[in-house]
């Protein structure tokens, strides 16, 4: 069973940044496409981005173009930059590790961002 473990969500303002982090414990990592996901209690789950296991191609929501950066290392981590950040962007995020960018089958634990003033 593949673990996902995200970090650095928090409390940020309006305008702010953060760097979310996604650590997996699957030793062959780079063979895997990676994603990002968020949501909002009551709300249905929302693509953020995808990654290729490459690190080649990357693929944004809408609503995330332009601000948001996924990124990977050969290793073990997926990171998610978040700039000009933006009330709407408060959720849960999610990390998730697939076969493809198209069928992830983990995910993560999720960690909370919420964006305040």
């Known amino acids: 069973q593949v673990q996902l473990v995200e970090s650095g969500g928090g409390l940020v303002q309006p305008g702010g940044s953060l760097r979310l982090s996604c650590a997996a414990s699957?030793?062959?990592?780079?063979?895997?496409?990676m994603g990002w996901f968020r949501q909002v209690p009551g709300k249905e789950r929302e693509f953020v981005a995808t990654i290729s296991s490459s690190g080649d191609n990357s693929n944004y929501g809408d609503s995330v173009k332009g601000r948001f950066t996924i990124s990977r290392d050969a290793v073990k981590t997926v990171y998610l930059q978040m700039n000009s950040l933006k009330p709407e962007d408060t959720a849960v995020y999610y990390c998730?590790?697939?076969?493809?960018?198209?069928?992830?089958?983990?995910w993560g634990q999720g960690t909370q961002v919420t964006v305040s003033s």
């Open positions: 998730a590790l697939g076969l493809n960018v198209y069928k992830f089958i983990s």
């Open positions: 699957e030793r062959t990592f780079a063979r895997y496409a």
